[in-house]
């Protein structure tokens, strides 16, 4: 499960990066055939999204949080099929763009199911006073 979220974090940091520091390959890789303005920055700021979204997929990861991996990995299918939806609502794309926003739904569902086995920590618990337990575990 770790592993399988730390990939997909780094493929998000690289697909963030190239979209915040080089928004026309971005655009072209997103599916926008229109390379205003405007697009431009709503490719930025889809690239600042998806590093975010490396970073908490990334902390959960190494924090061992599988119960919320698990959420935030179903809350995420949300972009890709949104993503799709926008794609076939404005006529821009084709084909390896659908591809690509397919490939980021199963990658994300897999995540899910993934992170809902095992037996890893599920929930932190927040000492209170007089609490032998101690901090998070």
Known sequence: MRVAAVVLSGVFVLLGGLFVLAPEAGAA???FGERSE????YVR????????????????????????????ALGTLVIP??????????????????????????CFAALAGVSARGSGRTTAHISEPGDSRGGAD
Do not use: N
Request: aromatic share 10%; no cysteine.
């Open 81 to 106: 099929i949104g993503d799709m939806l926008l794609l076939a609502a404005s006529g821009a794309g084709g084909p390896v763009q659908y591809l690509l926003h397919a490939a980021s739904l199963m």
């Open 29 to 31: 890789l997103y599916g």
């Open 45 to 72: 700021a889809v690239g600042v999204r998806d590093v975010a979204l490396a970073i908490y997929l990334f902390g959960l990861a190494i924090a061992g949080f599988r119960q919320a991996l698990r959420v935030v």
């Open 38 to 41: 405007a697009g431009l920055f």
